[in-house]
């Protein structure tokens, strides 16, 4: 249930970053950022469970925020 949830929280917030750039409210690097965490949560590295960035989308001025599961280990 818990991955669920997650999965669910990953397609909102790529959505709500997607319809916040389509309004032409984004810029490049915070398109560049929220891409760079789509890759990370297609690594294999990122789906060991540990600890994984679920989502990431523009929040206004050039800020994005990311969606993480917490870890034990920080380094991660």
Do not use: P
């Amino acid at each position: 249930m818990e991955d669920n949830f997650f999965s669910i929280i990953q397609n909102l917030v790529l959505l709500c970053h997607c319809s916040y750039s389509a309004c032409g409210l984004g810029s490049d690097g915070t398109d560049r950022l929220v891409q760079l965490v789509q890759e990370m949560q297609h690594r294999k590295i990122s789906k060991s469970g540990d600890g994984s960035l679920y989502g990431a989308k523009n929040t206004g001025g050039g800020t994005v925020c990311v969606i993480r599961k917490n870890c034990l280990r920080s380094t991660e």
